[in-house]
């Protein structure tokens, strides 16, 4: 029974986790996007600072301990040991956000001096409370998807979403201030941690019982290495918003935020995938199918490509009036900083992560390798800001951000036994990348001619958003990217539409 969790299709397991963050895509782009308007660029760029250092706090804290969910539920049978691995995971997420609301408490000057501004250390205490409650409760998602319980973590993201941007728009638009955002993510944080308490409880009756010390040193010996590794990574991650922080204004900190903002979009599609694959890799580990990883794994890159590559293309043509429109004019200068930062949308296809939890035997090169890079970075982008300012900032990030997926990706493929000759799994994704290009070069002549006649900055970009869209679906087909079962659920989905459109002007001439 527990078997069949882990063999059904990859596009089914992962399309209801897709569909679950496009929902909560549409809410969290939402959030910024009203912020800009209801705040100053000063106001956005304290808040952006504030939830800079909770955010990190919470990617970093927790060590990847609960990522161990998707390596030992797949391979434990006794609910009991089941729930065991469940207690660890909460206790250990709780003592890390306790450990940071404490020293946030007695020591909250620690904020004022991170961003050069002593006027931050009044947030101090509250945003230590927002990282013990966001800490706790993130592991809410991840336990549902390890749980193979996919529909009800749909619920959860899209609920968990929908009730974070209300509650922080609904904060910034009555109060208009970052004392106010800050009140309404504790609101969201105690939600959050209610629904992950009523989960345990009713999933894991009695969990809280369960104590096998063998068990919980395995799960710290699994998780800590990853944790560690996971832990320097997001340093990678967030260090430069940390470095330009420093030396510059809040609102020269606002304009940067939007240049660096990730596409929430992209960001799901990657997770949604990843998570469905965590556990599925993790099982056929176990069974010793590698040929299997090396298939699914290429299965992965290519349907993400199909995404990915396009969005990258029409958006180094149309980024300057897709940031307008978005954020309004205050931050059109943040495009030489967006153009840079999209550079990680390729890159993001030289994903092995899956691999890397599933073989644990190799989790110490992960640590090394991250060492490395992360005392590379410091100085790097001391030298990077210096000299070229803040396109210096994001142009680090993205080398370095290069560099690992590179070696990542050289060492793991090796472990599973991919050979050049296997490089004809990956052939479609020249397809897609041809597609893509032939629509942004179209794109762009399109761009121009509609500029010159003084179009406004949405105008260009829907009438540039329509010309890619279809001729990047033409190359497509004509390409034979897409396989014949791709196309026969592509013909099902639109005869569904037209069935339905169909029954709607049915309905509505009989009334």
Known sequence: MLQQKYRSSLTVQ?????????????????????????????????FKQVFLIITSLTALLPLGFGMSAYYYL?????????????????????????????????????????FRDPAMSSFAPLAGVVVLLWLFSSFLETVAVANQELRLATIFIVAGQLTRTVLLLSAAILFDSVEALIYAAIIHGVLQSIAL??????????FWRAFDKSLTLKQIAYALPFGLAGLLYTIQTDLHNYFVSHQFSAA????????????????????????????????????????EILLLLASATRKLAVVILPVYAVLMVTGREFLTVMFTSAYAESWPIFAINLTLL?????????VARAYEGHRFYLVKLQIVLSIVMVFALWYGISRFGLPGAITVVVVINFILRLMLAARFTRVIG????????????????????????????VRSVIMA???????????????FGVLYLGAILLLGT??????????????RLQQFVYLGRSANSVS
Do not use: H
Not at 14 to 41: C, E, H, M
Not at 197 to 206: E, I, L
Not at 482 to 493: F, H, L, M, N, S
């Open 14 to 46: 992962a399309l209801g986790l897709l569909i679950a963050k496009t929902l909560a895509f549409a809410f969290a782009f939402a959030l910024p996007v009203l912020l800009t308007r209801s705040l100053s660029q000063n106001e956005y760029g304290l």
């Open 74 to 114: 797949p391979r434990e049978q006794d609910p009991a040991r089941r729930g065991q691995v469940i207690l660890n995971i909460l206790l250990f997420n709780l003592a890390m956000g306790l450990a940071a609301c404490l020293l946030f408490a007695l020591f909250p000057s620690v904020i004022g001096a991170i």
């Open 197 to 206: 308490s009523w989960y345990a409880w009713t999933r894991f009756p009695g």
């Open 252 to 291: 020269t900190f606002a304009v940067y935020s939007i240049g660096v903002a990730q596409l929430p979009f992209i960001g799901i599609l990657r997770e949604s995938v990843s998570s469905v694959m965590l556990p599925r890799i993790s099982y056929l580990q176990e069974q010793g199918l590698t040929r």
């Open 346 to 354: 390729p890159l993001s296809l030289l994903d092995v992560d899956a």
């Open 418 to 445: 991919a050979k050049p000759r296997d490089l004809v799994l990956l052939k479609d994704l020249g397809k897609v990348a041809l597609a893509s290009a032939v629509a942004a070069i179209s794109c762009l002549f």
């Open 453 to 467: 006649g003084g179009a406004r900055p949405l105008v260009v970009l829907v009438v540039c958003f329509a010309v």
């Open 482 to 495: 897409a396989t014949t079962d791709e196309r026969e659920k592509v013909r099902q989905g639109v005869a």
